[in-house]
Nanobody
Framework: QVQLAESGGGSVQAGGSLRLSCRAS????????MAWFRQAAGKEREWVAD????????TYANSVKGRFTVSQDSAENTLHLQMNGLQPEDTSIYYC????????????????????WGQGTQVTVSS
């Protein structure tokens, strides 16, 4: 059973940057999806971005497109989320997740398709 551990959260001012990391306890084979979701206090969970493992195929939510970049370091079993131009509305707990199944294109936004989740890392952006 895969274990995921996020890191890199923190507090920044608007316009700043953070780089989140999600380390998996085992190699994520090609075709499985890895994704970032976030949940702000009092709001529903929101999909942020996903990537088909070891292919480079990434998809982004409109709210983060052009500001966030998801990448993978397969040698380190790690998924990254580079977040630039952060805004107060990006304040959330960020979670990484991975699927059990292999996908040609990730089921973007469908959290129920993701079997393994990390504990989350808090990102706070002040104005």
């Amino acid at each position: 059973q895969v274990q995921l551990a996020e890191s890199g959260g923190g507090s920044v001012q608007a316009g700043g940057s953070l780089r989140l990391s999600c380390r998996a306890s085992e190699y994520i084979r090609t075709g499985r999806c890895m994704a970032w979701f976030r949940q702000a206090a009092g709001k529903e969970r929101e999909w942020v971005a996903d990537l088909v493992s070891n292919t480079g195929r990434a998809t982004y939510a409109n709210s983060v497109k052009g500001r966030f970049t998801v990448s993978q370091d397969s040698a380190e079993n790690t998924l990254h989320l580079q977040m630039n131009g952060l805004q107060p509305e990006d304040t959330s707990i960020y979670y990484c997740a991975t699927t059990d199944n292999v996908w040609r294109s990730c089921p973007s936004g469908q959290g129920n398709e993701y079997s393994y989740w990390g504990q989350g890392t808090q990102v706070t952006v002040s104005s």
